[in-house]
């Protein structure tokens, strides 16, 4: 991945996301994608998510979201916003 890349663990009650940011010259998010989610019972079937680009949270002169809207595991087929927060990041 080219410097611009970030692997970001981000963080809701025990729900873990692992998502790659690729971000512009002003470190505002172009693309997303999530690797992985899980909790600590493992990792659960992967779906649709949408990241809610209006709510930020500021890292090393980078804005990542935390807000994503995905197809949680919470027994019925329904989406989502949870709000998560920065875990750790990796520039990759």
């Not at 172009?30 to 779906?47: A, E």
């Not at 709510?55 to 916003?81: K, M, S, V």
Request: negative net charge; contains cysteine; aromatic residues 16%.
């Amino acid at each position: 991945m080219d410097s611009n890349h970030a692997r970001v663990i981000l963080k809701h009650n025990k729900f873990e996301v692992v998502a790659i940011f690729q971000f512009d010259e002003k470190g505002l998010p172009l693309k997303t994608s999530i690797d992985r989610f899980g909790n600590f019972d493992g990792v659960m079937q992967k779906r649709s998510f949408v990241c809610d680009l209006s709510n930020y949270q500021a890292h090393e002169g980078l804005l990542i979201p935390t807000d994503i809207r995905g197809c949680w595991d919470f027994g019925i087929e329904a989406f989502y916003w949870l709000h998560f927060k920065i875990r750790s990041v990796h520039f990759e």
